[in-house]
C-alpha cells in the first residue's frame, strides 16, 4: 500500500512541475512583450513562437498523466480537485502564452512611433498590472492560497478600467489607422491576460478545498 501511494505521489508531483513550468513560462516573458510593443522591437515574436512550441510539448504530457490518475480506482478527493484543476489551468496557461504571442508578433518601430504618449503610458501601465496579476497568481498556485482569488479581482478591475481608457484614447483620431487597429486588439490581449489571471487563482480556491469567490 505505502508503495502504490508512492507511485501516486511520484506521478502526482511530476504533474505539479509540468504546470510550474508552464506557470514560469508565461511570467517571464510579460516584461519583455511590454517592452517590445513600446520600444519597437521585432526579435521577440519569434523567441515567443518558440516558447509556444515547448507548451505545445508540455500540454500533452501533463494531459495522460492526469487521465491516468483520474482512473485510478478510489483516487483520494484532495488528489481528484488537483487533477480536475490541471485539466481546466492548463488550457488558461496556453492561451495566456498565446495571447503574449499576439502582443509581440504586432510589436515594430512603425507601431511604437505612432503611440501617443498617454496610450504608451496606459500601455505601460497594463504591462505592470500584468506582470503583477501572474506573479500573484503563480505564488497562489505555490502556496495553495484559496484566499488570493479576490485580491487578484479587486487588482483587475484596473485593467479593465486601463482597457477602456486605451480603447478611448485609441478612437480618438489622434494615431494612424493602422496603429489604433493594432493597439485596439493588444488592450483586448492584455485584458485577457489579466482574465486568465484571476481565473487560476479562482480554481486554487476549488483545488484547496475551498469555495471559490
Same mark, same amino acid.
Given at each position: ?21 508552464? +506557470? ?25 513562437a ?23 480506482? #478510489? ?14 489551468v ?8 498565446? +495571447? ?25 501601465? #497594463? ?5 503583477? +496579476? ?13 484566499? !488570493? ?16 481608457s486605451l ?19 493588444? !488592450? ?13 487563482a ?9 469555495? #471559490?469567490?
Amino acid at each position: 500500500m505505502a508503495g502504490y501511494r508512492r507511485d501516486i505521489d511520484r506521478e502526482l508531483d511530476l504533474i505539479e512541475v509540468k504546470v510550474i513550468d508552464l +506557470l514560469a513560462v508565461v511570467c517571464a516573458d510579460l516584461p519583455e512583450v511590454t517592452r517590445a510593443v513600446l520600444s519597437g522591437g521585432t526579435e521577440l515574436g519569434g523567441q515567443l513562437a518558440k516558447r509556444d512550441r515547448l507548451i505545445d510539448a508540455l500540454l500533452p504530457e501533463v494531459e495522460p498523466l492526469v487521465s491516468r490518475q483520474v482512473m485510478l480506482p #478510489a483516487p483520494a478527493a484532495s488528489d481528484l480537485r488537483f487533477l480536475l484543476t490541471v485539466l481546466r489551468v492548463a488550457p488558461e496557461l496556453e492561451r495566456s502564452q498565446e +495571447l503574449e504571442c499576439h502582443i509581440a508578433t504586432r510589436a515594430g518601430p512603425h507601431l511604437a512611433a505612432g503611440l501617443s504618449p498617454y496610450s504608451r503610458m496606459l500601455v505601460q501601465r #497594463a504591462g505592470e498590472i500584468a506582470c503583477d +496579476l501572474w506573479r500573484r497568481a503563480s505564488d497562489c498556485w505555490y502556496q495553495r492560497d484559496a484566499s !488570493a482569488g479576490p485580491d487578484l479581482a479587486e487588482v483587475n478591475e484596473e485593467m479593465r478600467e486601463l482597457n477602456a481608457s486605451l480603447v478611448a484614447e485609441l478612437t480618438s483620431g489622434q494615431m494612424p489607422l493602422p496603429v489604433t487597429i493594432e493597439m485596439t486588439l493588444i !488592450a483586448h490581449f492584455y485584458r485577457r491576460l489579466g482574465d486568465h489571471a484571476v481565473s487560476i487563482a479562482r480554481r486554487v480556491a476549488y483545488m484547496a478545498g475551498a469555495a #471559490a469567490s
